[in-house]
Nanobody, 114 residues
């Protein structure tokens, strides 16, 4: 069974940085594209970005140049490095992979204070 576990969220001041991790099990991770989503209070879940199995990345315009997604296939882990954080980045962040169905982690809270 595919399992995703996020970690690394927390409270940070505007302009600060956080690095989220998502540990993946139950699949051949090196062949799996991974997505990061976020959901702010009262808003729909939105795609932050993704990384392909080959390491190519793409980002939402709102985070481009500030966030970086990477992966370590030896550790079955995908990362989301978040720099220059803004209060509007406050949300629960989820990692996701899509196979015959969507698999989601439990989410990790990121709060950016102004």
């Amino acid at each position: 069974q595919v399992r995703l576990v996020e970690s690394g969220g927390g409270l940070v001041q505007a302009g600060g940085s956080l690095k989220l991790s998502c540990a993946v099990s139950g699949t051949i991770f090196s062949l799996t594209a991974m997505n990061w989503y976020r959901q702010a209070p009262g808003k729909q879940r939105e795609l932050v970005g993704f990384i392909t199995s080959g390491g190519s990345t793409k980002y939402a315009d709102s985070v481009k140049g500030r966030f970086t997604i990477s992966r370590d296939n030896a550790k079955n882990t995908v990362y989301l490095q978040m720099n220059s954080l803004k209060p509007e980045d406050t949300a629960v962040y989820y990692c996701n992979t899509r196979m015959t169905r969507d698999y989601w982690g439990q989410g990790t809270q990121v709060t950016v204070s102004s």
